[in-house]
């Protein structure tokens, strides 16, 4: 086992156990959280020495570096491959084909060509609707920072839950980076309200899944009811380059 993958499985496996103690925490079983190991920008190596170090679940933020990855580990079984961050329309059909899950649906448009195609791949994509909880312009989402206008969304919602190819099972946020990962609870708090607002609205939906918490505020994001947490940099470390469509 090389040195690279002996570090990340003793980040991974501390921050597994981090998550743990969160849950018991707040009386949840630790089982009830996924965690994502983000391998955006990290090179292929970097995404094969994580999976050798037991991770199960990659997340990437581009949806041509994910497939590259993907395709270039797709000898790795027991693997998924969840798209974590926005989509361009015309990059649609790669999501649709190669990833397990999506975490950033955040339009109409993108969710109608999300099931086109995946209706001609005869799938059906598991997907969370993003929502912007902090108000921030610079965020992908549909804007949720005003519960004034929480009633305003259903419309949209309930057109999303109505197409046959897409099956939606709960929520996403990024909320604003805070010094202090504490200052990242209203946030978290306010996703939850927004995902019972939601469930009680629309009954016969899934509504299970809360995408929340980074590097930075994992542990806040489980005492608050994530169960997906999306940690890169302190499991993998930073970035290793840059890509060219990232700035797209």
């Given at each position: 086992?090389?040195?690279?993958?002996?570090?990340?499985?003793?980040?991974?496996?501390?921050?597994?156990?981090?998550?743990?103690?969160?849950?018991?925490?707040?009386?949840?079983?630790?089982?009830?959280?996924?965690?994502?190991?983000?391998?955006k920008?990290?090179?292929?190596?970097?995404?094969?020495?994580?999976?050798?170090?037991?991770?199960?679940?990659?997340?990437?933020?581009?949806?041509?570096?994910?497939?590259?990855?993907?395709?270039s580990?797709?000898?790795?079984?027991?693997?998924?491959?969840?798209?974590?961050?926005?989509?361009?329309?015309?990059?649609?059909?790669?999501?649709?084909?190669?990833?397990?899950?999506?975490?950033?649906?955040?339009?109409?448009?993108?969710?109608?060509?999300?099931?086109?195609?995946?209706?001609?791949?005869?799938?059906?994509?598991?997907?969370?609707?993003?929502?912007?909880?902090?108000?921030?312009?610079?965020?992908?989402?549909?804007?949720?920072?005003?519960?004034?206008?929480?009633?305003?969304?259903?419309?949209?919602?309930?057109?999303?839950?109505?197409?046959?190819?897409?099956?939606?099972?709960?929520?996403?946020?990024m909320?604003?980076?805070?010094?202090?990962?504490?200052d990242?609870?209203?946030?978290?708090?306010?996703?939850?309200?927004?995902?019972?607002?939601?469930?009680?609205?629309?009954?016969?939906?899934?509504?299970?899944?809360l995408?929340?918490?980074?590097?930075?505020?994992?542990?806040?994001?489980?005492?608050?009811?994530?169960?997906?947490?999306?940690?890169?940099?302190?499991?993998?470390?930073?970035?290793?380059?840059?890509?060219?469509?990232?700035?797209?």
């Open positions: 086992m090389s040195d690279l993958v002996i570090a990340i499985r003793e980040k991974y496996q501390f921050t597994l156990d981090q998550i743990a103690t969160s849950a018991r925490k707040a009386g949840r079983a630790p089982e009830d959280i996924r965690l994502v190991v983000v391998t920008s990290q090179p292929v190596e970097i995404a094969q020495a994580a999976i050798e170090a037991g991770v199960r679940i990659l997340g990437e933020n581009y949806p041509e570096e994910g497939v590259t990855k993907i395709q580990l797709s000898n790795q079984s027991g693997v998924e491959w969840h798209m974590i961050g926005h989509v361009q329309s015309r990059k649609a059909r790669l999501v649709a084909q190669y990833f397990e899950l999506l975490h950033s649906l955040d339009s109409l448009k993108l969710a109608q060509r999300l099931d086109r195609f995946s209706a001609e791949l005869g799938k059906v994509l598991p997907v969370l609707l993003e929502f912007n909880v902090g108000g921030e312009e610079s965020k992908s989402g549909w804007d949720a920072s005003n519960r004034s206008n929480w009633d305003a969304i259903l419309p949209t919602v309930q057109s999303i839950l109505d197409l046959p190819n897409l099956r939606v099972h709960g929520l996403m946020t909320p604003p980076l805070e010094t202090d990962p504490d990242a609870r209203r946030f978290f708090q306010s996703l939850r309200l927004l995902r019972d607002h939601l469930a009680s609205a629309f009954p016969q939906a899934d509504w299970r899944e995408s929340m918490g980074t590097s930075a505020d994992y542990t806040v994001a489980v005492e608050e009811g994530a169960t997906l947490v999306r940690v890169g940099t302190a499991i993998v470390g930073a970035r290793r380059y840059k890509l060219e469509n990232e700035a797209l």
